[in-house]
């Protein structure tokens, strides 16, 4: 297809349908065509995002999300749609230049492949949309095939490998498994659920930093995880097993909650993970705490828009503090977040190895 | 993890290390800079989940309100000034619950002993540790009081061991060198030089710490960030609005100490400075200072040769009819106080020797823009003939500060077509498209950075000295010599043509870049 290709008939998107090696002269042409009706335009791109999904639908999901993000990460965005190679394979190819409705003619560009062909194949694909020499950060829309060779070749050309784990299939199993694929990555991992449970370990730290729960970090002796989504609660309770240097002694399933005993430096700590309804992450997560004054409670809430921080100590006031979910609107699956990150994230790796653990009980 | 090392929860990529507790008190709680930037910025910071879990605040002035009508009365201006809108009312709520209010005079010890009796209690109640942050958003005529009352009644300063105590003390610092000094004595024999943070809002900015990154980041630059490559450097810090109901303030002002001591000077340090070897605030602090002490003085009639002050008589600011400066409130009807100064200064050192260094700013200009503008000197030999490179001029690095916070280079690119002509082309970076996220306001910045003791982008004493020592003979000489006709620019214009004939005097052909 040349480059009067026909606009916005293909698939149900809204993108100018293009020859793959077209590519980059549809877009230069949209953008001049831009400009001649509004002026220049500024072509801004902090990295390269490179969306895997295995069908239309889940093409169409990933677009609308990062369509959020453009503002916010201007990229260039590559949607793969990896699709079975059955039958006659090929590459097809959509294009656009979006523009941002505020900001000084800022633009980015999309490009939705549509691929069937040989997984080994994929890489081959990617490589000639991105840009030169901006970071190349690739999502994984749903389950990546762990063992899979397609997984290891698009994972090799990426800077950061991000996924969202409340999408795998079975959330639990294919934590231990993405657990186990991550210490062969040079890529370094993301996922989206550990970006949502900023806040909430924001609001669990902070009161360790100060009277009278600073000396008691040490002295945590229960953990309730309310999680909506299950690797949520893992990872949460993997993170403090990590940086309190808990030892997992003995877990099992109770129902469909984990139930585990950790072996801590001043004791023992038991831990529920529990599932629950709701819209957000977690809902609420309690901490009970040994001080030298008693027992003391932590809890945080999720009400609608904002977290509830609770301490109660002995013989103090109960303080009661509320905070923002920031970003939430633009960002709701966190992942304008993690194209932030550019180092390894070291505290990950490690709440993930132990909350792998924990899953696999 | 070593439980006691500090928090190990608290480490990592994502989760941001909060401020240790924290009871702030605020002289001048009802002011104007209370209500538009000190509580906005600290509600940002509890809804961003910045502030300390253990924060409480008094403010203190003389009007007579509740704990209630203080809460009221800052949540009406946090609804009017915060950056993000609308309000979250649990957030809110949550904050306020921590804010209250001491009616009283700064000159009377009862206030002392009352904000003293609140802190305890905070220290007790909200878990504020003894840490105790005084910031002094008052008029510079009651400083004093305020520093010697902290002193005498106990409540922070020298001698306090039940945590750190801080004091921030806004600009002006002092009205010229010998009240600067009277002042630091005075703020020095209460609190230590290293907790005294004295703030300008500049330094916060996103887009001035983006200088030191620009410089201190970017290998290419370095080799020519020099008097050999460089002609001249221009910075620019211009406003649209005229006094806005300052005219008592202005009056004992002018451009001189509301922009040139302090802001103006802070970002000349910055942009040549030598690299500091670390980014430790000690390190960063010396070489501005350094680079202060070596902008040489301009002194006696030099003074009339290298500065340009203007005042604006009326005239048209974004289609609108502005009046005179000297026709507005609280303005004395023959004012010969400058809201306009430009003025050229050398930096006797080896990095910039013979470099000058522009600084203008004005009040009623045409728009508001602050920058600083590197202008190289032209290329030694241009091959492509007269007509084929009219549209050209040398190279320029524009380092936008406000509004488009930024950053454009001028370069020469070919005109498309058979024939090789050249002209000047623009390259711009602006934040606002590279990282679009809403840029945090200065206040919020400092703020936390006073609450985790980091006085990097604070300027020390001997910094504030230094521009005094760079400013005061203009003011002598002022003060001796007859002023020019005032007023001598419209407002809506870039200030007065002697402005234009000062940056061309060495050099025909330089000349102010149009923000």
């Known amino acids: 297809m040349t480059d009067t290709a026909r606009r916005g008939e293909a698939q149900g998107w809204a993108l100018e349908a293009v020859a793959p090696g077209e590519i980059e002269k549809a877009l230069e042409r949209q953008r001049r065509a831009w400009e001649g ?7 801004a791109s902090v990295a390269n995002l490179v969306v895997v999904c295995q069908d239309r639908a889940g093409g169409q999901q990933a ?25 006659r394979q090929g590459v097809r190819a959509w294009a656009r230049v979006v523009q941002q409705d505020r900001g000084p003619g800022m633009a980015w560009d999309e490009v939705v492949v549509h691929a069937t062909v040989d997984p080994r194949h994929l890489t081959a694909v990617v490589l000639p949309l991105l840009l030169p020499e901006l970071p190349v950060f690739t999502f994984w829309w749903g389950t990546p095939p762990f063992a899979h060779e397609a997984f290891d070749e698009l994972a090799s050309v990426s800077d950061r490998l991000i996924v969202d784990s409340a999408a795998f299939a079975d959330p639990p199993a294919d934590l231990a498994r993405l657990a186990k694929a991550a210490s062969a990555l040079t890529a370094a991992l993301s996922d989206c659920v550990w970006q949502r449970l900023t806040p909430w370990r924001e609001l669990l730290a902070a009161p360790f930093g100060g009277p009278p729960l600073r000396s008691a970090v040490d002295r945590v002796r229960w953990l309730r995880v309310d999680a909506v989504e299950p690797t949520a609660g893992l990872e949460l309770t993997g993170w403090f097993a990590s940086r309190l240097g808990w030892a997992l002694d003995r877990a099992h399933l109770s129902g469909d909650a984990w139930v585990a005993r950790y072996a801590t430096e001043r004791g023992t700590c038991e831990a529920h993970i529990a599932q629950s309804l709701g819209s957000g992450t977690l809902t ?16 945080v809430e999720a009400p609608p828009g904002h977290l509830v921080a609770t301490v109660e100590t002995p013989g103090q006031a109960t303080t009661r503090r509320k905070v923002g979910l920031t970003h939430l609107v633009t960002d709701p699956a966190g992942l304008g977040a993690e194209l932030e990150v550019f180092g390894r994230d070291r505290v990950f790796e490690q709440a993930l190895l132990r909350a792998a653990a924990l899953a696999e009980q | 993890m070593t439980p006691g090392d500090g928090n190990p929860l608290l480490v990592g990529e994502r989760v941001r290390a909060t401020p240790p507790p924290t009871a702030m008190v605020v002289f001048g709680g009802s002011g104007d800079l209370a209500h538009r930037k000190i509580v906005p910025a600290l509600y940002n910071l509890e809804l961003h989940r910045l502030l300390p879990q253990n924060f409480a605040m008094v403010g203190s002035s003389r009007t007579e309100f509740t704990d209630e ?56 109640e909200h878990g504020t540790d003894g840490n105790r942050l005084f910031y002094l958003s008052l008029i510079p005529r009651l400083f004093p009081d305020a520093i010697r009352g902290i002193g005498k009644s106990g409540i922070g300063g020298r001698g306090w061991d039940r945590g750190w105590s801080r004091v921030v003390v806004e600009k002006p610092f002092g009205h010229d060198l010998a009240s600067a000094r009277e002042l630091q004595a005075l703020v020095t024999e209460v609190f230590p030089e290293r907790d ?53 303030f202005y009056e004992t002002a002018g451009a001189v100490r509301d922009i040139i001591q302090n802001h103006a000077l802070q970002v000349l340090a910055l942009v040549a400075m030598e690299p500091p070897a670390t980014f430790e605030p000690e390190d960063v602090r010396n070489e501005k200072a350094k680079v202060l002490k070596a902008v040489r003085r301009i002194e006696g009639e030099a003074v009339d040769r290298a500065v340009v002050r203007g005042q604006y008589g009326e005239g048209w600011v974004n289609g609108e009819q502005v009046a005179a400066y ?32 522009y600084l203008r700013t004005g009040k009623r200009l045409p728009k508001r823009a602050t920058e600083v503008v590197v202008q190289f000197k ?6 492509f003939g007269e007509a084929a490179q009219d549209g ?27 024939s090789m002509e050249v002209r000047s082309v623009n390259m711009d970076f602006s934040y606002g498209t590279s990282f679009a996220d809403d840029l945090p306001d200065a206040y919020e910045r400092l703020l936390l950075d006073v609450m985790v003791g980091d006085p990097t982008l604070f300027p020390r004493w001997d910094s504030v000295e230094e521009a005094w020592h760079v400013v005061q003979p203009i003011l002598d000489r002022w003060a001796e010599a007859p002023p020019p006709d005032l007023p001598n620019y419209a407002a809506g214009e870039w200030g007065p043509k002697a402005a234009d004939e000062l940056i061309a005097r060495h050099r025909p052909g330089r000349r102010w870049r149009r923000p």
């Not at chain 1, 009706?37 to 072509?43: E, I, P, T, W």
């Not at chain 2, 810090?237 to 109901?245: D, K, N, R």
């Open chain 1, 37 to 43: 009706d509004q002026g220049a335009l500024v072509r």
């Open chain 2, 196 to 248: 005294v943070f004295r703030i300008d809002h500049y330094l916060g900015k996103e887009s001035v710490q983006n200088i030191i990154a620009f410089r201190f980041a970017n290998g290419i630059f370095e080799p020519v960030w020099n008097h050999r490559y460089v002609d001249h450097v221009q910075v620019t810090v211009a406003e649209s609005l005229g006094i806005e109901h300052r005219g008592n």
């Open chain 1, 284 to 299: 609420r997560v309690d901490l009970q705490v040994d001080t030298d004054d008693g027992p003391a409670s932590l809890r």
């Open chain 2, 69 to 124: 009508e203080y809460r009221a009365h800052m949540r009406k201006a946090v609804e009017e000034f915060s950056r993000t809108q609308p309000i979250q009312k649990q957030v809110w709520e949550s904050f306020a619950s921590r804010l209250h209010y001491i009616a009283g005079s700064g000159g009377d010890p009862d206030t002392y002993a009352r904000v003293g009796d609140l802190l305890d209690r905070f220290d007790d």
């Open chain 2, 326 to 357: 000297r026709d507005e409130p609280n303005v004395a009807t023959g004012s010969t106080v400058e809201t306009y100064l430009a003025v050229e200064l050398l930096v006797d050192n080896w990095r910039w020797a013979g470099t000058p260094f």
């Open chain 2, 392 to 418: 050209l001029e040398p190279n320029a690095l524009v380092l936008r500060i406000q509004p488009d916070e930024g950053i454009t280079m001028k370069i020469g690119a070919k005109v498309p077509g058979p």
């Open chain 1, 63 to 87: 677009l609308a999300a990062v369509e959020r993000l453009g503002p916010r990460a201007p990229s260039r965005c590559v949607v793969l749609i990896a699709a079975s190679p059955e039958g």
């Open chain 2, 378 to 383: 032209a290329a030694p030999h241009l091959p």
